[in-house]
């Protein structure tokens, strides 16, 4: 069974540092891009960027792009997402997603939540 | 502000049928597949179609999918309480060299 599991919910001040994961299971792990979606209280989904762990190869939305990285450690089949410097405006819901062929999402992870609040 | 307009929302009787469209431009749905997502309160989106119109293993045929030119729609038949849920529709747009998802449209059954 294909599984994708996100860690834990956090709660961070403006300015500090996070680092979010989503583990997969059940699949070839670096045979599937895995993406990013930000979606924020009571709003739309927003695609983040996404990477291929196979190769760590890595594509940024326009939007995110210097605001996040995207990475993965193939050894242990988990993707990361990661702040530098965490504001107020990253409160979020964090989902993580399996790219298949046919270029769409066919798995979700449960969703991380993120909180930024002084 | 996304680059695929939605309604807000939609709304239908039980049994009745909805459809959500979603539109774009030559850049995004014109030439790339489109996909389609629900997204049950409180958690994860979960895909409904996929290359315009094909159905995931476990998604009844209540649920399908087609696409005209730069716009694409998911129709939902015999509308069930369970069915209320936010839509979202996606592809790839190859201007923003982007992922974009749709703006979303809220289903009740009335």
């Known amino acids: ?118 | 502000q996304s680059v695929l307009t939605q309604p807000p929302s939609v709304s239908a009787a039980p049994g009745q049928k909805v459809t959500i469209s979603c539109s774009g431009s030559s850049s995004n749905i014109g030439n790339n597949y489109v996909s389609w997502y629900q997204q049950l309160p409180g958690t994860a989106p979960k895909l409904l179609i996929y290359e315009n119109n094909k159905r995931p293993s476990g998604i009844p045929d209540r649920f399908s999918g087609s696409k005209s030119g730069t716009s694409a729609t998911l129709g939902i038949t015999g509308l069930q309480t369970g069915d209320e849920a936010d839509y979202y529709c996606g592809t790839w747009d190859s201007s923003l060299s982007a992922w974009v998802f749709g703006t979303g449209t809220k289903v009740t059954v009335l």
Do not use: H, N
């Not at chain 1, 994961?21 to 891009?33: A, H, I, Q, V």
């Not at chain 1, 995207?70 to 399996?98: E, N, P, V």
């Open chain 1, 1 to 118: 069974e294909v599984q994708l599991v996100q860690s834990g919910a956090e709660v961070k001040k403006p300015g500090e540092s996070l680092k979010i994961s989503c583990k997969g299971s059940g699949y070839s792990f670096t045979s599937y891009w895995i993406g990013w979606v930000r979606q924020m209280p009571g709003k739309g989904l927003e695609w983040m960027g996404i990477i291929y762990p196979g190769d760590s190869d890595t594509r940024y939305s326009p939007s995110f792009q210097g605001q996040v990285t995207i990475s993965a450690d193939k050894s242990i089949s988990t993707a990361y997402l990661q702040w530098s410097s965490l504001k107020a405006s990253d409160t979020a819901m964090y989902y993580c997603a399996r790219r298949r062929g046919g270029d769409c999402y066919d798995y979700w992870g449960q969703g991380t939540l993120v909180t930024v609040s002084s």
